[in-house]
């Protein structure tokens, strides 16, 4: 089967068990979701990440995790970038927003790190601010008194309904960007959100 393009879905995170639950850690969890759907294993890749590939909707598709902890990520992507030679438009970034309730997508073009470093590293790196990114809420309803430690710590135990109900939804918009474009994705996924009772 011939694939017309291909396209690089990458989650931002920190590699190792300790961060594994994070919040920090939701770009990691989807892109392992969407793995999953497709029957992918994560092997080492030509770089500073790990990737599973594969195709879907008749396009080549690699999904990478950056194993240079979150601050460094645009160093893994460059990298990823300058080995795959895909367009910054084919390029999929998902991260988690602190800014954003629990379980809410946003679906940007383009746009600024928004104070996230993993981002401002990848615009860094890229030198570009001009690739779509796919944010991902985790703000729950405790008073956040550190934004750092906030990010670094593990979901709450009844947080889990709404980050479980709230990745598959994630990789039907990942799977909607790919097969469709980043205008369908969101018109279709900005405004789908679902009150989880927690």
């Known amino acids: 089967m011939s694939v017309e393009k291909h396209f690089l879905i990458v989650g931002l995170g920190n590699p190792g068990r300790r961060y594994s ?3 920090h850690n939701i770009g990691f969890m989807i892109v392992e979701a969407f793995a999953k759907v497709l029957s992918l294993q994560f092997r080492p890749g030509e770089g500073e990440f790990i990737v ?3 195709t879907y909707a008749n396009a080549a598709v ?3 995790k950056p194993l240079t902890y979150m601050n460094l990520s645009g160093r ?7 080995y795959y030679k895909s367009p910054l438009s084919d390029l999929l970034i998902v991260v988690d927003d602190i800014h954003l309730p629990l379980g809410a997508i946003r679906l940007r073009k383009k746009g600024s790190d928004g104070g996230h470093k993993g981002l ?9 601010k001009e690739f ?5 809420g985790v703000k729950g309803e405790t008073e956040i008194q550190n ?3 906030y990010v670094l710590s593990d979901f709450e135990q009844q947080e889990w309904k709404v980050v479980n109900q709230r990745i598959p939804t994630a990789v039907e918009a990942i ?5 469709q474009g980043i205008d369908v994705a969101m018109n279709k996924f900005n405004q789908k959100w679902v009150n989880v009772e927690v």
């Open 21 to 23: 639950k994070t919040r």
């Open 52 to 54: 599973a590939e594969g």
């Open 62 to 64: 690699s999904l990478l």
């Open 76 to 82: 893994a992507v460059a990298q990823a970038m300058a």
């Open 120 to 128: 401002a590293s990848i615009i860094h790196h890229l030198n570009s």
């Open 132 to 136: 779509p990114r796919l944010r991902f």
């Open 147 to 149: 934004w750092v430690s």
């Open 175 to 179: 799977q909607c960007f790919i097969s």
